[in-house]
């Protein structure tokens, strides 16, 4: 019989391992990341992280261990279950917009508000506001084709962020940008998280880049490296140098 989850950890796992077609990607991973944190999850490409990801965010099933979000067994759920739990509770963005051609900017941001059954002016206010917030107000009304990949992946940033979810997984979401719009879409991103207190877990391959989080786990070959501490404020930790033990703030 497994022991229960921390109760201040918002998701947590322990002894994680999952395989894709017999190639061992995670290889026992146990980790709790606490409500309103940003962590970061570091390491070289192949390193695991996009699967700890997903078995994080129930968008892949663990071949052995224990997923828990707010308490709940997330590993026991079969897919029909762990799809509603990624529809109401998570957002996503990925290192690609995959925006809806069809729609216009706002009507993107909108799209998940109104699935939610938000209503029509609420959901295209929200969508307006988290434009803006994103730096993007301006292009509301264009079609991703007419976009750059940066304006694109900003869009992605705000339609995840409206439904204010309360734990975003960003994989590698800086990964088509240049490292000055990089910075910037991962500082709006990381203060949006902090001031709606939502919980944000973040993969990159860019170790500079876990300075915008409160902590960071990095991998190896589907390990994690060796405990250390949070990420220092205002400098920049080396990949794989810390792991999740503090608070932030
Ligand atoms: N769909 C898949 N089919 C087969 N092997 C896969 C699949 N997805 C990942 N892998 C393998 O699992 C291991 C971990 O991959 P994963 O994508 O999780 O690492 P990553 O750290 O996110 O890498 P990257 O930074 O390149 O995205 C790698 O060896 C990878 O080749």
Redesign the pocket.
Known sequence: MSAAPPDNDVLWARGIVKS??G?P?LRGISIGVREGEVLAVT??????????LGCLSAQLPVDEGEVWFNSSPVHTLGRAGRERLRRDRFGFVGSEPHLVPELTARENVALPLLLAGAGHKAAYTAATEWLERLDVGDIARHRPDRLVQSQCQRIAVARALAPLPPVVFA??PTAPLHREAAEQVLRILTSAARSHQLTLVL?T?DPELIRFADRAVG?VD?RITAPAAPVPRGTVAPAGASVVTATRR
């Open positions: 894709h077609y190639t990607a390491g070289p490409r192949g390193s695991g992280k996009s699967t700890l994989d590698d993969a391959h991998l589907g």
